[in-house]
């Protein structure tokens, strides 16, 4: 347990410098100073150019629900490192919990850049210009 | 017992830590790999590269430049290491020979128009500015045309190689018009009617004045030595060249998805007048029309925070855009 | 010495075929460190296969709009239609699929054309704008005019990707004589994302279409395009179209640039919406 524990904050704590990529206007659209990092049911993927969006719906503390929706690298990077459609559909059909990590949009709107992803084993980290996990 | 579980513990954190630093160092872009023609290397970063061969060549014995490239990701051309050549030393270190009203429009535009820039809209680039974006191109020769094909924003580029006229002047083009021949081995192309534009994805603007000549000198079968003498009469004070090295794409690395594959890496397309959403999330400040708001206002309590400084060090590529 | 006109008949015959033998290859026998000059106009590479280099169009203006037969409405020219198999012109649907297909005609200023996004295969090769072909012998790639969109179409025996798709598919080719047969597959079309269609009026397909090109130079100045589509979840069986495509040579001519997405930008926040087809309702 603590094993595990250790190594979420351990993951975070690389999501929190992992590299971006050179992204061209992303200090216009999100705001690096307040980084979010939400878990939730993903809901949605959409394998889309130029950036990819993973939604998931997060439960608030008051038993609502808030769907937020995550800019991801494009899909020609997220399919050079392994991923493919039928992966991302298989989150959406199974609504696999995961924890979402990046900066949130400036206008204040339900969106992040994620940088990380981190699955429902907890234990096992997606940075999403890397490959997901052997399976 | 605790105390030795606790000891434990940190070493496997600090084990997690470097294979997950490792995992994200190695899975950085570029990808590096094979021309359409054949893999050949494989394993990730730190294999040495096979000696690369000699040019290869057309039935015509031109230069054959058929595959995919790379070069250097020049995200701000303008800090010192976007490969301009400084003419006072001859070293690559030098900056926009910008006039003062263009040099305050540049900073104008990375200060409050980051939404202007033609990557945001699904616009090419235009050249040399999309030789500098990620990811790399494709250029697929024959004897009437070099046809390219970019990864970001899936930009094209015909260069002609049957000497003929330039479109008149009127006429804009994203990515110019662009006429070619041969002068040995070097290939120079001649570019015009460009519409205005960035340099880089860090507002260094440009107008629809510019003129372009290039030269791509291939050193081996992997290597082109790439020079770029460009004009804007309107913009700058003096001519500037630009320089890079254009590498083939995937003779060390080739991504996960390829490795397997005879033929390895393809450029894959990218469809981005459908998907693009980005747009929408500029805000004012950026010059683009949402509102700004509070970040992260709707975030469940604890899901906030602020990063860091960031400390130097563990990245070689990537990282924020550097400003 | 006369020669019997039976004899003389039997090598005037002989000649004749081994003439029209060569006819039918394309070519006549090339001088020493020639390449061969075509008699029909089709020029060879130097590994022999045709030449399909050039910029191409299709002069029929009806098909963007509708490839089936079809009279003319605002902004659409009266066509015959292109679909040569089944034999009555008529796009094969299910009847489930067609009354889709109509609602589809009812919503046609959703048309994605119209909206600059990726035309899909084969329609990308009918939509009214002119297009290069760039051709080695391991690899073509085929570069648009409309939105940069440009094919990838590989001759090195490479499979198709697995698990991604694309707007303009996935396309491997081989020669079958002088016909260049490009199996495209890899097709998208997510309904909740944005679909493509075969014209302006709403032809449609799954993401199970899969299609065939067949590509054929017959001269110096045409080229026959078809494709046949194979979709189950919408069409009761196999259709085939055929184009007809032609060479552009207009001095100086090349493939210039329309990349709508910024006038459809300028124009949607000037409050101008859809102006890209002013469409009659029905």
Redesign the interface.
């Known amino acids: 347990m603590r094993l595990k524990i250790v190594a979420v904050v351990a993951a975070l704590g690389l999501l929190a410098t992992a590299p971006l990529l050179a992204h061209h206007s992303f200090s216009a659209e999100y705001d690096s100073s307040k980084v979010l990092t939400l878990t939730g049911k993903v809901t949605q993927f959409d394998w889309v150019n130029p950036h990819s969006w993973i939604y998931i719906e997060v439960t608030n503390p008051d038993g609502t629900k808030t769907l937020w929706k995550g800019e991801t690298p494009p899909v020609n990077v997220l399919y050079r490192n392994g991923w493919t459609k039928p992966m991302t559909e298989e989150m959406v059909i199974k609504g696999e919990i995961v924890t979402l990590r990046g900066p949130a949009a400036k206008d204040g709107s339900n969106h992040i850049f994620s940088q990380g992803l981190i699955r429902e084993d907890g234990v096992t980290i997606l940075g999403l210009n890397g490959p997901p996990p052997e399976k | 017992m605790r105390y030795r ?1 606790f000891r434990l ?1 940190i070493l ?2 600090g084990f ?2 470097v294979l ?2 490792a ?2 160092l190695f ?3 570029p ?1 590096q790999n094979p021309g ?2 054949g893999a050949r290397g494989g394993g990730r970063g730190g294999v040495p590269a096979p000696p690369a061969g000699p040019v290869r060549r057309t ?1 015509e014995g031109k230069p054959d430049l ?1 595959g995919y490239w790379i070069g250097a ?1 020049k ?1 701000n051309i303008n800090n010192g290491r976007g490969g301009i050549i400084n003419p006072d030393t001859g070293m690559p270190d030098g900056k926009i020979p910008y006039k003062p009203e263009w040099e305050a429009k540049a900073a104008d535009t990375a200060k409050n128009h ?2 202007d ?1 033609p ?6 680039a235009g050249i040399p500015t999309n030789l500098g974006l ?2 790399g191109f ?1 250029i ?3 004897k ?4 390219w ?1 970019w ?6 580029r ?1 260069i ?1 190689l049957d000497n ?2 330039h ?1 008149p002047d009127s ?1 804009k ?3 110019g ?1 662009s006429i070619g021949h041969w002068e040995g081995d070097t290939l120079v192309v001649d570019t015009t009617s460009q519409t205005a534009g960035w340099w880089d ?1 860090s507002g260094a603007v440009h107008s629809d004045a510019v003129h372009v000549v290039e030269k791509f000198t291939p050193k081996d079968e992997n290597t082109i030595a790439y020079e770029a003498l460009v004009e804007d009469p309107v913009a700058l004070t003096r001519p500037m060249t630009v320089t890079d090295t254009l590498r083939r794409n995937g003779i060390t690395n080739v ?4 490795k397997n ?3 390895g890496y ?14 929408a ?3 004012e ?4 029309f ?12 604890g ?6 400084p ?2 130097g060090g ?2 070689g ?6 400003q | 010495m006369k020669v019997p006109v039976a004899v003389m008949s039997i090598i005037v015959v002989a000649a004749l075929a081994a003439f029209s033998g060569q006819a039918q290859r394309g070519q006549t026998p090339a001088g020493r460190g020639q390449a061969a000059v075509p008699n029909n106009g089709v020029p060879r590479m130097p590994d022999g296969k045709p030449d399909l280099t050039g910029i191409w169009q299709v002069l029929d203006l009806s098909l963007d709009a509708n490839i089936e037969p079809h009279t003319a409405s605002w902004g659409v020219h009266a066509g015959q239609g292109v679909i040569i198999d089944p034999p009555d012109g008529k796009i094969p649907y299910l009847p489930a699929s067609l009354a889709k297909r109509q609602e589809n005609y009812k919503n046609r200023a959703k048309d994605p054309v119209a909206h600059c996004y990726k035309p899909g295969v084969p329609r990308i090769n009918y939509v009214p704008f002119p297009f290069q072909i760039t051709q080695t012998p391991a690899w073509i790639q085929v570069t648009y005019e409309f939105v940069h969109n440009h094919r990838n179409i590989y001759l090195n025996g490479s499979t198709h990707l697995p698990g991604i798709d694309f707007f303009n598919g996935d396309s491997r080719a081989k020669w079958d004589g002088d016909t260049l047969v490009v199996d495209v597959t890899n097709l998208n079309d997510d309904p909740s994302l944005v679909p493509t269609w075969f014209d302006a009026s709403g032809n449609y397909h799954s993401d199970a279409l899969h299609v065939v090109e067949r590509w054929t130079r017959t001269s110096m100045d045409n080229m026959t395009y078809r494709a046949t589509m194979e979709d189950p979840k919408v069409f009761s069986r196999p259709w085939t179209i055929e184009v007809l495509l032609y060479r552009h040579k207009e001095p100086n001519f090349r493939i210039l640039e329309y990349e709508c997405q910024i006038f459809k930008e300028k124009l949607a926040r000037e409050g101008k919406g859809n102006f890209l087809r002013i469409v009659e309702a029905n």
């Not at chain 2, 393809?266 to 747009?279: F, H, L, P, S, Y």
């Not at chain 2, 949402?290 to 469940?300: E, F, I, L, N």
């Open positions: 579980s513990t496997v954190a997690a830590l997950l630093l995992q994200l899975s950085q872009p990808a359409g023609q039935a058929t990701t995200t980051m939404f820039e990557y945001a809209h699904c616009l090419p990620q990811f494709q697929v020769q024959d009437n045309t070099l046809a094909g990864d970001t924003v899936g930009a094209t015909l002609y003929r006229k479109v006429i083009l994203y990515q018009d994805a991504p996960l998805a390829f594959r005879p033929a393809e450029q894959t397309e990218t469809a981005c007048v459908e998907g693009e959403r980005d747009t999330l500029y805000t400040s950026g010059g683009g949402a509102k700004d708001g509070v970040p992260g206002q709707a975030a469940p309590p899901a906030v925070s602020s990063p860091p960031r400390g563990g990245r590529r990537g990282g924020p855009p550097q």
